[in-house]
Structures are given as structure tokens and as C-alpha cells.
């Protein structure tokens, strides 16, 4: 297939490998020159302000030949039951320029912009265009890019679309291996205390089972989490935090033979990533450091992470990433709502904005984590699955990937977490099939 443009930019190239090789599965050549587009017999549209006669014809704006960063004024309207912005006139093969739009969620240009950030330094999902209209619920992305291939089916009867095939993903992140094992004299006595000062007998009771050896970690969840992703046929990713102790970094030190032979099990099992710290954005010496530890302790390169507390700085974290050889990231989701912060249900590249320039590490955004339902939502777990089936479809009419982000303690079936561990097998369940 040939697109015509008036000019090819970097922008626009990004969009159309999206949209065609990735999403639909073929390939689309652009041209500038109006004499190849007239003698080329193949199917061809044209991407431009205005048409060059009467081809099929995707009226554009100008955010994809434009460079730099600049404040966009977007309105979002309803058509044919869901979102569009970036409108284009009556001649327009849509009403809106599905590339432009689709750029502007999966570049993040908003989080660019001036915004507000949370107590954690993070962008907030009410601050998104997608949260604020509506539609974060909603892979808008991959539903423009099927616009546009029926649009050119109509057009080209004989042309076909491979397309991809949906997925689902689970990926558990490590904050806390163990409730109370391999935490060393001086935090096991601190929590002691903690509970004293609490008059929490029950968790004096239970750290000191535990620590006997008369009763099981209740963190200890991974027995049952190999059992669930041999039954359903899983593909797993693991993120585990290796970052020094601190207020919010309190996993085990990475010392702990342990640890290190948990680290190692879980890696015979899946996919083992990083689960870079709750400091390393701002000290990227930290980063590097947590990288090699996991890497020395699995003796091969790690190539995954994602950020704890979901801490991403655009284009910051992702250049400290790409530095360290990391290729695939899986931090692109909201902490206090569910969906999708690109718009999108499907890998992609990060495209840099401030250097303007694709980069290869591969973004993989999730749509649901545990932590959002139970403490932002406040979703008590017998309504879990009315709020995360809708998703699940959703990604499904798109042949998307849906990507679930739990973590093992949430799976110990106790106390706050008690009716979680059901909630994710049937959340499995209902995705793997």
C-alpha cells in the first residue's frame, strides 16, 4: 500500500508503522512525490491538508509535521458510539485524523505539558483526556486503526489485514517476598514493636508462627501462582524490587540467600524483570545498581522493568532505561484508575518527543492492577469482576493484549486482602479463554 503526504516527518512515519505493521499487520510506504502516487496500481490513500484529486483521501492536521512541544486545544466529540478528536472536513475519508489523535495518547504529549503530579510525583489519570471524557475505559487506538482498514476494504475489496491475535498477560510485581521471613533482626524487632504499640496480638502471633516454622509466610503466595500458570497456560512476567531499604522500598535484602533463591525459582518458571525503586528515577546511579544485582543473581541479561509505585517521568525514565539496555517496559497505566493511559492494548515503541525520534524500547501497557480496585475504587473483591470484565472485552473486540498487574501478598487471602486470590483466578479465567 502507498500513502501520499506533502511532507514525510518523523511523526508520521512513527504513526503509520503503528497503525499498519503493527496493529494491522501490513505494510504502507509513504511517498512525497505526487508522480509516484499517480502511477502506482496498487491501493493507495492520500494523508494531506487537502486531496490531490479524487483517491481515497485522510484529511490531516498539523500535529504530526510539526516538531517540538506546544500547548494543542482538543476537543473530544461522540461518533458512531465512541470518541473522536482532531476534526477534519466533509472530504475527509473519517471526520477526524485517527493518526494525529492516536499520536497524541501513545507519545504521552499530554504529560508533557504543564500538569499537575500526585504526592508521588506521578500523572494523575483525572488530569488525562481520556479520563476526563470518558473514554480511558476504552483502547481508542486500536479501534481507530480497524476504522481505518475498513475504510479501506470498502475502498479495496481484495485487501487484507492479518491483523494480531488477542493475548492476556499477567505480570506480578515483588514489593515484599515475605510478610515477616528474611527481614533481619533489626526490622523483625521493629515490627514486633510496631504491633505492640498497635496491641496487634494477632500479628504477634502470627510473625512469630511464621518465624518458627509452625506456619506458612502469608506473602508466600508462589506455590499457588505456578499452580495457576500451569493450569491456564500462562505467560508470566515477574518485576522484582532489588532496591536498597527505604520508606517506600522495603523488600528483602537483596544479601538474603533466599531472596536470591526465590529470585531464581520464579525465573525457572517466567519472565524475571526489575522492579526499579521508589528513588531511582531521580538517581539513575541507583537504577543501574538494582539492574546488575538482579542480573548477577539470575546470571543473564534483564531486558524487562517496571516502575515501582508506577513512577514515570516522560521522557526522563524511559532515556535512564534505554541507556541501561532495558527493551521492554511495562510501567504505561494508571495507580488510581483502571484502562489505558496511551489509549492503546497493544505494544508500541516510545516515541521521544523532546528528540523526536523512535526509539526501540517497547512499551507494554497494562489495563487493571489489584491495588487500584481495592484502595483508589475502593471495588469490594465480590464486584471485582463486574468492573475488570468489561476490559477484558474490550481488549477482545480489538484483538489487543490484556496485561493484569497483581502482586503476591494480595494473594494470601487474608485479612485486607481476603477474596482477592479468587478474584484473580477468575479474572484469569475469564482472560485465558
Given at each position: 500500500m502507498l500513502a501520499y503526504t506533502h511532507k514525510i516527518s518523523p511523526r508520521n512515519r512513527y504513526m503509520f508503522r503503528l497503525f499498519f505493521q503493527e496493529l494491522l499487520g501490513t505494510?504502507?510506504?509513504?511517498?512525497?512525490?505526487?508522480?509516484?502516487?499517480d502511477e502506482y496500481e496498487g491501493p493507495k490513500f492520500s494523508y494531506s491538508p487537502s486531496a490531490l484529486g479524487e483517491e481515497l483521501h485522510f484529511e490531516s492536521v498539523p500535529l504530526l509535521f510539526e516538531s517540538g512541544i506546544k500547548e494543542q486545544h482538543v476537543t473530544v466529540s461522540d461518533w458512531k458510539g465512541g470518541k473522536i478528536f482532531f476534526p477534519t472536513g466533509k472530504k475527509s475519508a473519517l471526520p477526524f485524523d485517527p493518526f494525529a489523535a492516536s499520536f497524541y495518547l501513545v507519545s504521552r504529549y499530554e504529560e508533557y505539558?504543564?500538569?499537575?503530579?500526585?504526592?508521588?510525583?506521578?500523572?494523575?489519570?483525572?488530569?488525562?483526556?481520556?479520563?476526563?471524557?470518558g473514554f480511558l475505559t476504552i483502547p481508542v487506538v486500536n479501534q481507530w486503526a480497524l476504522m481505518v482498514a475498513e475504510v479501506l476494504q470498502k475502498h479495496f475489496?481484495?485487501?487484507?489485514?492479518?491483523?494480531?491475535?488477542y493475548a492476556y498477560v499477567s505480570t506480578i510485581d515483588i514489593d515484599n517476598a515475605y510478610a515477616y521471613r528474611e527481614k533481619g533482626m533489626m526490622r523483625t524487632l521493629g515490627g514486633y514493636l510496631k504491633d505492640l504499640l498497635k496491641f496487634d496480638f494477632t500479628n504477634i502471633?502470627?510473625?512469630?508462627?511464621?518465624?518458627?516454622?509452625?506456619?506458612?509466610?502469608?506473602?508466600?503466595?508462589?506455590?499457588?501462582?505456578?499452580?495457576?500458570?500451569?493450569?491456564?497456560?500462562?505467560?508470566?512476567?515477574?518485576?522484582?524490587?532489588v532496591g536498597d531499604y527505604g520508606l517506600n522500598d522495603k523488600n528483602l535484602p537483596i544479601e538474603s540467600r533466599k531472596f536470591q533463591s526465590l529470585i531464581k525459582t520464579v525465573g525457572d518458571y517466567a519472565e524475571v524483570g526489575v522492579h526499579p525503586s521508589y528513588g531511582s528515577n531521580e538517581y539513575p546511579e541507583r537504577l543501574k545498581r538494582e539492574v546488575s544485582r538482579l542480573g548477577n543473581v539470575l546470571h543473564r541479561e534483564v531486558t524487562n522493568s517496571?516502575?515501582?509505585?508506577?513512577?514515570?517521568?516522560?521522557?526522563?525514565?524511559?532515556?535512564?532505561?534505554?541507556?541501561?539496555?532495558?527493551?521492554d517496559d511495562h510501567?504505561?497505566?494508571?495507580?488510581?484508575?483502571?484502562?489505558f493511559r496511551a489509549g492503546i492494548c497493544s505494544a508500541f515503541n516510545f516515541y521521544d518527543l523532546d528528540q523526536e525520534v523512535e526509539t526501540k524500547l517497547r512499551i507494554h501497557p497494562f489495563a487493571i492492577m489489584d491495588a487500584t480496585l481495592k484502595y483508589y475504587m475502593k471495588v469490594p473483591p465480590e464486584r471485582a469482576i463486574e468492573v475488570i470484565g468489561p476490559l477484558i472485552e474490550e481488549v477482545r473486540k480489538v484483538n489487543g493484549t490484556f496485561v493484569s498487574l497483581w502482586h503476591n501478598e494480595s494473594l494470601c487471602n487474608e485479612k485486607q486482602w481476603e477474596g482477592w486470590l479468587k478474584?484473580?483466578?477468575?479474572?484469569?479465567?475469564?482472560?485465558?479463554?
Open positions: 505494510n504502507c510506504s509513504l511517498t512525497e512525490s505526487k508522480a509516484e502516487f505539558l504543564p500538569h499537575i503530579r500526585d504526592s508521588h510525583d506521578r500523572f494523575d489519570a483525572k488530569e488525562s483526556l481520556a479520563w476526563k471524557n475489496p481484495g485487501l487484507v489485514f492479518p491483523g494480531q491475535k502471633n502470627d510473625r512469630t508462627k511464621v518465624l518458627l516454622g509452625l506456619k506458612k509466610d502469608p506473602y508466600d503466595t508462589y506455590d499457588f501462582q505456578f499452580a495457576i500458570q500451569k493450569k491456564y497456560k500462562l505467560k508470566t512476567l515477574y518485576f522484582f524490587l517496571r516502575q515501582h509505585f508506577l513512577k514515570l517521568s516522560f521522557p526522563d525514565t524511559y532515556r535512564n532505561l534505554i541507556d541501561l539496555d532495558i527493551t510501567t504505561m497505566g494508571f495507580a488510581n484508575e483502571i484502562g478474584v484473580y483466578e477468575e479474572m484469569t479465567k475469564l482472560a485465558a479463554n
